[in-house]
């Protein structure tokens, strides 16, 4: 059977970011129906230009799929699609296939007016094309939800992350932690530094992927990709949930190489899948060192 193409827009499809695993995870969905011409920044000479930045190339992606609308083709728009974007869930073309909808719910000091006030507004102008869009609804995680009416909630489909699950052979563990690191406000708001240095003067072995950790002791992989990301929790004992989302591809690659997560009490409501890999702890009374 001849699969009909789809012209897919990725302004990600790297394997060394959450975005872009989102977005081949979903493409791989996407190829058991068609047959996917996946389009991007480099295809169309914006490689290393300003076209290419995150916060550029989804209207790039909006003006790529309103291209092969108007040639009849079949179309997909794959990510960024944060769910606050409601210019691109408003002008996408009619009949657009969408990625994974993504969006947190936890916010930090400096962004609380943006985040907490402007984005709920946001998030209902959005809600307003998806109701009038004849397509699949899936939501990356959770987090989302409560923001939703139910009309939407009833027609959407949420944690799509669950499907990178995929278990792996397990290894000797000789690391004692790994955690990915990302220098980027939001979410380095939640990162356990402080936790990390205490470990460090107690000896246990320390390795970080994504953004270098500038901690004296830390081993630094960098940003690498997921083969070389799950080769180093194959080898690992344990890492922490980021207190803002619990379910990312991260959390996904320590669960599917036996790596025991520790996640803050306070978040334990959160846990609904997996529940076997995390361990609750309070972190204000460094009980973590009672499971090493």
């Not at 691109?88 to 006030?117: A, C, D, V």
């Not at 959407?156 to 499907?163: D, L, M, P, R, V």
């Not at 320590?254 to 409501?269: D, G, L």
Request: charged share 25%; hydrophobic share 35%; aromatic share 18%.
């Amino acid at each position: 059977m001849i699969k009909k193409k789809i012209y897919t827009w990725a302004c990600d499809y790297s394997n060394n970011s959450g975005e872009g695993n989102l977005a081949r995870l979903y493409a791989k969905k996407l190829n058991k129906k068609y047959d996917l011409v996946i389009k991007k920044p480099s295809n169309i000479f914006l490689k290393n230009t300003i076209f290419e930045y995150k916060y550029f190339s989804p209207f790039v992606g909006l003006i790529c799929c309103w291209y092969y609308y108007f040639l009849k083709k079949k179309i997909c728009y794959l990510n960024y699609l944060p769910m606050w974007n409601f210019i691109l869930f408003l002008f996408l073309p009619p009949k657009t296939i969408l990625g994974p909808i993504t969006g947190g719910s936890s916010y930090i000091k400096n962004n609380l007016i943006i985040r907490r006030f402007l984005f709920p507004i946001f998030y209902k102008i959005s809600e307003v094309s998806l109701f009038s869009r004849d397509c699949e609804i899936f939501f990356s995680t959770g987090l989302l939800k409560r923001f939703l009416s139910t009309k939407i909630v009833k027609k959407s489909k949420f944690n799509f992350i669950y499907n990178a699950y995929d278990k792996k052979k397990y290894k000797k563990k000789k690391i004692d932690f790994t955690f990915y690191y990302r220098k980027y406000g939001n979410k380095e708001e939640f990162f356990p530094k402080n936790l990390i240095s205490e470990l460090i003067k107690r000896k246990y072995k320390i390795h970080v992927v994504g953004d270098r950790l500038k901690i004296k002791g830390v081993k630094n992989h960098g940003k690498v990709n997921q083969k070389k990301v799950n080769s180093i929790l194959s080898r690992s004992r344990f890492s922490i949930a980021s207190g803002e989302s619990l379910y990312t591809f991260f959390t996904i690659d320590c669960i599917n190489n036996n790596v025991k997560i520790f996640v803050n009490r306070n978040n334990k409501q959160k846990i609904d899948k997996f529940k076997n890999f995390f361990i609750k702890i309070n972190f204000e009374n460094k009980s973590i060192y009672n499971y090493l």
